[in-house]
């Protein structure tokens, strides 16, 4: 029985496409896998002239080496380079070139290759930067000491003034079709080509669903300067201070220390962030404790009673 493709294989066989060349690399047919990769159709592919037109600059030389190499032995081998879009993006790609021959001669060529994503593509340049221009058996390399440069100058610069005539560069060479590109599809766009790294850019600019504000307003500091906000707590403190601090009063009002303990509790009760008494706190200040010292003073003490708090 057939065994049915896995998503890896389906994924490779989509991204394949085949283009056909004349021996100078000028593309004369692409398939329809290649349409949908690259954006273009048959006619604007075989209208921009040179194939070289599409290639980036920075891979320019690098495939003119391999177009050499097929030239010289019927096929290029794996080349990794990037291919412009209709919609000014570079997308990598894995080719392989072969010659056809008719009669015994060269007749044209046809390039089988593969779009890569940015992370393969990248791999794949990093790799070919390391390649060393000369044998370190030879001592070649020690003598020229070649180090590979990875500076490269800004491509959205201001361009420099071109002056070269009319006749001085042919369109079909490299350097005329570095200078026919369009110098805006070598500056970074916003969004990147490959779907991987989509994911990566995703929650760039997203922002919390849910802000919680600070509150711009400090807490007070809790201590004698609030408590003083509310005249009534501070005349009934300074009389329960004056009563205190008499230990004979105290004796003959005959309060236990449970009792005296109760009653600061009911002070700690004050909501000081207000400055408010608890309900709870009001009533029993007004019906028990007042009440209760009242009652002692006038029996024991003989002292004018204060007056009943509102």
Not at 6 to 18: D, V, Y
Not at 129 to 139: K, M, N, R, V
Not at 202 to 231: C, E, K, W, Y
Request: charged share 25%; proline share 6%; hydrophobic share 35%.
């Amino acid at each position: 029985p057939l065994q049915q493709p896995s998503i890896l294989e389906i994924r490779t066989k989509t991204l394949l496409f085949q283009t056909k060349h004349k021996l100078d690399f000028t593309p004369t047919g692409i398939d329809s896998r290649g349409k949908i990769v690259l954006g273009y159709n048959e006619v604007e592919i075989c209208m921009k002239g040179s194939g070289y037109s599409f290639i980036h600059a920075a891979d320019m030389m690098y495939c003119a080496d391999k177009h050499i190499r097929m030239i010289k032995t019927g096929e290029s081998g794996f080349t990794f380079f990037r291919l412009l879009t209709k919609d000014r993006r570079w997308v990598w790609v894995q080719s392989n070139a072969r010659l056809v021959f008719k009669d015994g001669r060269p007749e044209f060529i046809v390039a089988r290759q593969r779009a890569l994503t940015n992370e393969e593509g990248e791999e794949q340049l990093r790799l070919r930067q390391l390649q060393l221009p000369f044998s370190f058996a030879t001592g070649e390399a020690m003598l020229y000491d070649q180090v590979p440069r990875l500076d490269v100058p800004d491509p959205c610069s201001a361009p420099k003034q071109r002056k070269l005539d009319d006749n001085s560069v042919s369109p079909n060479s490299l350097l005329g079709c570095l200078l026919s590109q369009d110098q805006s599809a070598y500056c970074e766009h916003g969004a990147p080509n490959n779907i991987g790294s989509l994911s990566d850019v995703a929650f760039q600019d997203t922002h919390a669903t849910v802000s919680i504000p600070r509150d711009a307003t400090p807490n007070p500091t809790v201590g004698r300067s609030l408590l003083q906000m509310d005249p009534i707590f501070e005349e009934m403190v300074s009389s329960l201070e004056q009563i205190f601090g008499n230990t004979d009063l105290i004796e003959a009002v005959d309060v236990g220390p449970d009792e005296l303990k109760s009653w600061e509790d009911s002070l700690a009760g004050l909501d000081f962030p207000t400055g408010e008494f608890n309900k709870d706190l009001n009533d029993i200040l007004s019906n028990d404790i007042l009440s209760y010292v009242e009652e002692q003073l006038k029996m024991e003490g003989g002292l004018v009673p204060l007056d009943p708090v509102d």
